[in-house]
Nanobody
């Protein structure tokens, strides 16, 4: 069972930046980041395929967030710039047993515990 641990969340002012990291207990395939705000469903934020050659983003974060992974395939990062109050949520790292990525919650097999990101106005 692959274990995923997120880090890097916190409190930041609007316009600021945060970098989230996800450490995996083993080698990973396609990975993604999701978020869930209070009272809302979990939503896709960003995804990356196994090789790192393809990345995709939700429209709401396109141009502000960047997903990346290390060559050892054990770490995935999410650089978040120009943060807005509406980005406030618990952010989850997710992994799937496939080389290609997915934007769907049900497309992922492994989940981290989440890290809180709060953006103040």
């Amino acid at each position: 069972q692959l274990q995923l641990v997120e880090s890097g969340g916190g409190l930041v002012q609007a316009g600021g930046s945060l970098r989230l990291s996800c450490a995996a207990s083993g080698r990973t395939y396609a990975m993604g980041w999701f978020r869930q705000a209070p009272g809302k469903e979990r939503e896709f934020v960003a995804g990356i395929n196994w090789s790192g050659s393809s990345t995709y983003y939700a429209d709401s974060v396109q141009g502000r967030f960047t997903i990346s992974r290390d060559n050892a395939k054990t770490m995935v990062n999410l650089q978040m710039n120009s943060l807005k109050p509406e980005d406030t949520a618990v952010y989850y790292c997710a992994g799937r047993r496939s080389l290609s990525g997915s934007t769907e919650v049900h497309g992922y097999d492994y989940w981290g515990q989440g890290t809180q990101v709060t953006v103040s106005s």
